[in-house]
């Protein structure tokens, strides 16, 4: 392997392994850290650390300050109703999109697989493994819907939201509706019916919106 290619690998593998300590909360939002520090956390030199920072910085994740360090960037209700919105209008369209394509039912598997696992989830309380299960779920239909602008903006909106849901995930009513929601949806797009789908997606992901922000008020919670 060459050093460019040496070089690259090691920037992903830092921006993966950034990814799972924000995600996880290990780097809180709003947490102010040295570049220093996170190279020697992630046990690499400098410089793929300093790439992947610059990266995560276009996702939303980081904010890099010039010579003051790296802040986890924090996460407010306002900016979770915004991604909501985002993430409302794009999967209702990837939804349109994906019901107007003619797909299989070979196509439809990994959507139909994914609320399968999100139902065992639920029948066993974990909730963990049911989070995992919708957000394949939602990464199929975006990638059924065959616009990669949409998939690309989708991604980053998504990344955010996983913060949020951190926060949420064991304080919201079980996920009982969900599946349902989703069976309808996968109904739609197998039937061609652009408009419904839209029209379900759409609704699904403004209930999810009322609930979040609903919780975040009445717990007196931030996603900082």
Sequence with gaps: MSNTETASSNTLLAITQLRDLIFSGQLGAGTDHLEGELAERLGMSRTPVREALL?????????????????????TPKDMAEVYDVLTELEGLAAARAAARNLSDDDLAP???????MEAAVAVCNRDDWAAADDIFHCELVRLGG???????????????RRARLVILYIRPAPMH?????????????????????????????????LLLQLLERHHLSVL
């Design 111 to 117: 959507m139909v697989q994914a609320i399968a696992d």
């Design 55 to 75: 990266r995560l910085e276009c996702q939303g994740l980081v904010e890099v300050r010039r010579r003051k360090g790296v802040r986890i960037t924090p996460f």
């Design 178 to 210: 969900s599946s349902k929601e989703h069976r309808k949806l996968v109904d739609a797009i197998r039937a061609g019916d652009a408009d419904l789908a839209k029209q379900i997606q759409r609704q699904h992901r403004t209930v999810a919106k009322g």
């Design 147 to 161: 616009n990669d602008r949409i998939s690309m903006i989708t991604q980053i909106m998504a990344d955010q939201m």
